[in-house]
């Protein structure tokens, strides 16, 4: 059995799956609050930036992987309209719920669906488009994931994956600090979960750089890849279309 990265500890691979429901079972139900606090409300305004880029239309077809509490899935429904769909997907029961909750309580009804996004349970072709908020870094082969999004998707279908990426590196001291010092301690406070936020901290240090992930999603067939940073490089959207 391989190993694999679980934040800077090495894991067996079939054991990353359970020890990553294990973080977001602890988190899930603080985990839109946590969220406005770490990024200072920011997380909000990528996420709109997102739709803006994904040039989804009303009538598309959307597939949200890894969605957890659904504010994604919620603002491309809007995007859609009536004539359009959005599934929220996420392989943790307990954000899903969250997420489901949310959506109704909200009178937003869309099909809700806990899967694995290396293997989505969808056939080739149903979507116009397949997106990914900070999910990426937590699914165990990254590759396959991405081929599974690409199989899913229509010719001409867009992929888009929102994701912490390489800050500008005049910023790095600041933000390391503020990753490995403060986080833990917010986790602990409003979440009653360090451990589970130092987690976070290491496997954003871990996930692949801008470049890396342009040419893993060219590697996983997609064409016309590109990316926009935001916020410096804390974040990065990555955009790709299958032909």
């Known amino acids: 059995m391989k190993n694999t990265d679980f934040g800077f500890r090495q894991v067996p691979e079939d054991e990353k799956a359970r020890r990553v429901a294990g973080v977001f079972d602890s988190v899930a139900r603080r985990y839109d609050l946590m969220n406005d606090l770490m990024s200072a409300g920011l997380h909000r305004i990528w996420k709109r930036y997102k739709v803006e880029r994904s040039l989804v239309r009303p009538g598309d077809r959307v597939l949200d992987v890894a969605g957890g509490t659904g504010d994604l899935a919620r603002l491309f429904a809007a995007r859609v309209g009536e004539t359009g769909s959005v599934v929220l997907t996420d392989i943790n029961g307990a954000m899903l719920a969250v997420g489901r909750d949310r959506l109704v309580d909200d009178g937003v009804i869309m099909p809700v669906a806990q899967c694995d996004a290396e293997h989505l349970p969808f056939a080739e072709e149903s979507f116009d488009c397949v997106t990914v908020g900070f999910g990426l870094r937590n699914m165990t082969h990254n590759e396959l994931a991405l081929s599974e999004m690409r199989r899913v998707l229509r010719a001409g279908g867009r992929l888009l994956v929102l994701e912490f990426s390489k800050v500008w590196k005049p910023l790095a001291p600041l933000y390391d600090a503020y990753s490995f010092q403060v986080l833990p301690r ?58």
């Open 186 to 243: 917010l986790g602990q406070a409003v979440a009653g979960d360090a451990e589970s936020y130092r987690y976070l901290a290491e496997s954003i240090r871990l996930h692949p750089d801008q470049e890396t992930l342009k040419n893993m999603m060219k590697n996983a067939g997609f064409d016309q890849v590109d990316y926009y940073n935001l916020s410096a490089g804390v974040v990065a959207l990555h955009r790709g279309i299958r032909y």
